[in-house]
T-cell receptor
Framework: DGGITQSPKYLFRKEGQNVTLSCEQNLNHDAMYWYRQDPGQGLRLIYYSQIVNDFQKGDIAEGYSVSREKKESFPLTVTSAQKNPTAFYLC????????????????FGDGTRLSIL | EDQVTQSPEALRLQEGESSSLNCSYTVSGLRGLFWYRQDPGKGPEFLFTLYSAGEEKEKERLKATLTKKESFLHITAPKPEDSATYLCAVQTSGYSTLTFGKGTMLLVSP
């Protein structure tokens, strides 16, 4: 079955530590996205990528980094500079249709919950 | 700046009690409005895309409608399994990103 796989499901970070969240998709989608979700908040965009080896900052990129070396993979690193990393992190992907992206929904993985030790 | 506001924040219904969720938006050039369902601890699941005012889409007990300023998600005779958070998102011209509302948490009691 095609889909988006996020791992791990739960992750704990120590002070001063960088951690990397994995996101893999086998949908052959061009664009991939990372969101952060806090209780009572909507999804906030961290980074997105529309093509391999290129990515753009979203609304809350500070303290995060990404790479897009393969079409299928878009890992997110939460660096020690992110002082409030506790949240639910969601990865999404989207196909590019005949009208660009506007007629294609984003599809989501089941998230990684990151907590501070 | 694009804005999406969902109301109410939370809604409690009895099984069979129909109601509507609202998503109002302020954007420059709407290209699409998306509805998602999110269960606790899971990622959002796509429900509908609406493109132009007057458009309607249905799926089982759910019906989504769109005007120039807002969208409604009508839930007819809900069941407990419809309990979830419903998210609305908009895409504006020239961008591949979406702007999400904060969601409406729906609880349907038997």
């Amino acid at each position: 079955d095609g889909g988006i796989t996020q791992s791990p499901k739960y992750l704990f970070r120590k002070e001063g530590q960088n951690v990397t969240l994995s996101c893999e998709q086998n949908l052959n989608h061009d664009a991939m996205y990372w969101y952060r979700q806090d209780p009572g908040q909507g999804l906030r965009l961290i980074y997105y990528s529309q093509i391999v080896n290129d990515f753009q900052k979203g609304d809350i990129a500070e303290g995060y980094s990404v790479s897009r070396e393969k079409k299928e993979s878009f890992p997110l690193t939460v660096t020690s500079a992110q002082k409030n990393p506790t949240a639910f992190y969601l990865c999404a992907s989207r196909a590019k249709g005949g009208l660009g992206y506007s007629n294609q929904p984003q599809h989501f993985g089941d998230g990684t919950r990151l907590s501070i030790l | 700046e694009d804005q999406v506001t969902q109301s109410p924040e939370a809604l409690r219904l009895q099984e069979g009690e129909s109601s509507s969720l609202n998503c109002s938006y302020t954007v420059s050039g709407l290209r699409g409005l998306f509805w998602y369902r999110q269960d606790p601890g899971k990622g959002p699941e796509f429900l509908f895309t609406l493109y132009s005012a007057g458009e309607e889409k249905e799926k089982e007990r759910l019906k989504a409608t769109l005007t120039k300023k807002e969208s409604f998600l009508h839930i007819t005779a809900p069941k407990p399994e419809d309990s979830a958070t419903y998210l609305c998102a908009v895409q504006t011209s020239g961008y591949s990103t979406l702007t999400f509302g904060k969601g409406t948490m729906l609880l349907v009691s038997p």
